[in-house]
Nanobody, 124 residues
């Protein structure tokens, strides 16, 4: 079972950058495909990015392509989300999630483990 803890959220002006981290403990980190999701107030939780177990393959939501980069360091049991050129519409609680599946999943129900989330607020 994986325990996930996000950090790195905060308040940033539009056009700025933030890097989120998600530290994992429990079962071997490299056994998990890792994803990032976000949830804005009053909205459903949406897929943002996913990375394969080795880190060699990634996938992104169209809304963040070219601005966000997901990466992982299996030696540090950590997955990252580098967010550049932030927009007010990126404001949300960001969650990391883990799945034992090998397919790069984009659905909320396809992930077994979740962190508690970290707030990202982008001011205009």
């Amino acid at each position: 079972q994986a325990q996930l803890v996000e950090s790195g959220g905060g308040l940033v002006q539009a056009g700025g950058s933030l890097r989120l981290s998600c530290a994992a403990s429990g079962r071997s980190f490299s056994a998990y495909t890792m994803g990032w999701f976000r949830q804005a107030p009053g909205k459903e939780r949406d897929f943002v990015a996913v990375i394969s177990r080795s880190g060699g393959t990634t996938n992104y939501a169209d809304s963040v392509k070219g601005r966000f980069t997901i990466s992982r360091d299996n030696a540090k049991n950590t997955v990252y989300l580098q967010m550049n050129s932030l927009k007010p519409e990126d404001t949300a609680v960001y969650f990391c999630a883990a799945t034992t599946g090998t397919v790069l999943r984009v659905g909320v129900r396809q992930y077994e483990y979740w962190g508690q989330g970290t707030q990202v607020t982008v001011s205009s």
